[in-house]
């Protein structure tokens, strides 16, 4: 079911797209936002399911594909490199499915090894020394260690806007 939501939602793209073209006939401007709302709408939902690069490549792949051939429908320019390039997108689309599930998990354990937990959904082992209960990445004696973050390199220095 999410994989034809997704699906119909990329192709949503297609519509918005199209009727962004003359986004001030009123008309238009409906079915844009129709078109926009439902495309994000069916992605967002597929989410919960589809891993969230997959679904987004996914459906990126599939809104410019139909777009592509919705224009050449149309009267734009359609030979035989834009059907090529249109089908390398369809290949890397397949392939991103097809590749789902393998490599590592973000803990960097192997998918096929799996992982083990604490029964907080955190990785055995991986408590805080503090005794926080935190995640060790987090706890507040490393924090301390490490210093000011990458986005913020003297937080002692900051200012309010307009001092």
Request: charged share 15%; glycine share 16%.
């Amino acid at each position: 079911m999410h994989w034809i939501l997704l699906i119909l939602s990329g192709s949503l793209e297609a519509v918005w797209a199209h009727a962004l073209s003359d986004i001030l006939d009123p008309v238009n401007a409906i079915v844009f936002l129709l078109g926009l709302t439902g495309s994000v709408w069916g992605l967002q939902r597929a989410m919960k399911v589809i891993p969230m690069g997959t679904a987004y490549a996914i459906w990126v792949g599939v809104g410019a594909s139909v777009t592509a051939i919705w224009s050449g429908i149309e009267g734009e320019p359609f030979g035989p490199a834009k059907i090529a390039f249109l089908a390398l997108i369809m290949v890397g689309v397949i392939g991103l499915e097809l590749s789902r599930g393998k490599g590592t998990d973000p803990t960097g354990a192997s998918a096929a090894e799996g992982s083990a937990t604490d029964g907080s959904g955190s990785p055995a082992g991986a408590s805080a020394a503090d005794g926080s209960g935190a995640p060790a990445a987090f706890s507040s004696e490393d924090a301390t260690k490490r210093g000011p973050t990458r986005g913020d390199p003297d937080p002692g220095s900051r200012r309010g806007l307009g001092e």
